[in-house]
């Protein structure tokens, strides 16, 4: 399939932010085999603008999620999807809603679709699928769709790791002036037994501190109480919780002496722009199938993460 002429292709990955950043090779590969081709991606709005940024993609759509009530919605995004002139659609998703976008298509003509979709020409056959890491899942479906390379039946990594050199921001407004670390102490409010105690994240802030690094605290909005409790612990500690864009939060990755957080969103980012990082998982989640990657990525993990130290995590920092 290499060389061969598409009317255009559509990327689908609507979320969440690891799957997000975990999917730029991918993107990058498909960039690559379809050069001067356009190149669609279908995703959410807080990914829009770090989207763009990247330059891998001629159009950036943010109409990938209606609700299910919304009929407005889903009839716009039928016609989006039918006048495309699309030849090929990754769907990197590969969930029951955006393998329902390939039905959409209906009476037809459908594209040609690499993903998980009942019927489509290049389906991820492989039965394991879920019991593979994100990176090297998503490298296996595009191998089957002509993008990599089968060895005896096994996928073969091609090409560079991702590159995130492009994601750069001035982040001279928060004013941090000397040597500092991020501190990511949130995580799906759903799951509190991804989160490490709050009083821990203080431990190692005081800690950070003694040690002439100035601790920085990110996260969502709704996290504010968190960080307010960490403060309390630490009132040193610099909350940005709220304040950074994507973008933002990649150079503060970039700038950091290391950094510290459960599994969530953010640790994934700043894990791949090049952060000494140290990661925290109990149960609730695998590394092995979801674990940030990066070049200098430490996984803790413990069945409960209250069983965790604070001095267990500063002994995986090298500051």
Same mark, same amino acid.
């Given at each position: 399939?290499?060389g ?11 979320g969440a ?12 590969a498909?960039?690559n +085999? ?12 807080p990914?829009?603008?770090f989207?763009?940024?990247?330059g ?5 759509w943010t109409?990938?999620?209606p ?7 889903w009839l716009?995004?039928r ?17 029951d ?9 209906w009476?037809?003509?459908?594209p %040609? ?8 020409s ?8 879920d ?5 090297e ?8 769709a ?5 060895? *005896? ?7 560079? &790791?991702?590159d995130?050199?492009?994601a ?5 407004r ?15 409010? +759903?799951?509190? #037994? *991804? ?12 800690a950070?501190?003694? *040690?002439g ?12 109480g968190m960080? #307010?409790?960490? *403060?309390? +612990?630490?009132?040193?500690?610099? &909350? ?8 933002e ?14 599994d ?8 791949a ?6 990661v ?10 979801c ?7 430490t996984?803790?993990r413990?069945?409960r993460?209250?069983?965790?130290s604070? #001095? %267990?995590v ?5 500051l």
């Amino acid at each position: 399939m290499e060389g061969q002429s598409f009317a255009g292709a559509l990327v689908i990955k609507l979320g969440a932010l690891g799957d997000f950043v975990q999917a730029l090779g991918p993107f990058a590969a498909i960039r690559n +085999h379809h050069p001067g081709q356009r190149i669609t991606l279908l995703t959410t709005e807080p990914f829009a603008e770090f989207a763009r940024a990247s330059g891998l993609f001629d159009e950036v759509w943010t109409s990938g999620r209606p609700g299910v009530l919304d009929v407005g919605g889903w009839l716009g995004l039928r016609r989006r999807l039918r006048g495309g002139n699309f030849g090929r659609v990754y769907d990197l998703q590969t969930s029951d809603r955006s393998s329902f976008y390939y039905r959409l298509f209906w009476p037809g003509p459908a594209p %040609e679709w690499s993903g998980i979709a009942k019927g489509c020409s290049h389906p991820h056959l492989n039965p394991a699928r879920d019991f593979m890491h994100t990176v090297e899942r998503q490298a296996e479906q595009l191998a089957m769709a002509g993008i990599g390379e089968y060895v *005896k039946g096994e996928y073969v990594k091609t090409g560079p &790791d991702p590159d995130f050199s492009w994601a750069t921001a001035d982040i001279s407004r928060f004013g941090l002036k000397g040597k500092y670390a991020l501190l990511a102490p949130g995580g799906a409010s +759903h799951r509190p #037994a *991804k989160r490490w105690p709050v009083e821990h994240f203080g431990a190692v802030a005081r800690a950070l501190t003694i *040690k002439g690094v100035e601790p920085v605290l990110i996260g969502s909005p709704a996290e504010a109480g968190m960080m #307010a409790e960490i *403060k309390a +612990h630490c009132p040193e500690a610099r &909350d940005l919780a709220g304040q950074t864009t994507l973008l933002e939060l990649a150079a503060l990755g970039r700038g950091a002496a290391a950094a510290v957080g459960n599994d969530t969103g953010p640790m994934h980012l700043i894990a791949a722009v090049g952060c000494q990082s140290v990661v925290l998982y109990s149960n609730e989640s695998d590394p092995a199938l979801c674990g940030q990657r990066g070049p200098a990525v430490t996984i803790l993990r413990r069945h409960r993460l209250t069983d965790l130290s604070a #001095a %267990e995590v500063l002994d995986g920092l090298d500051l």
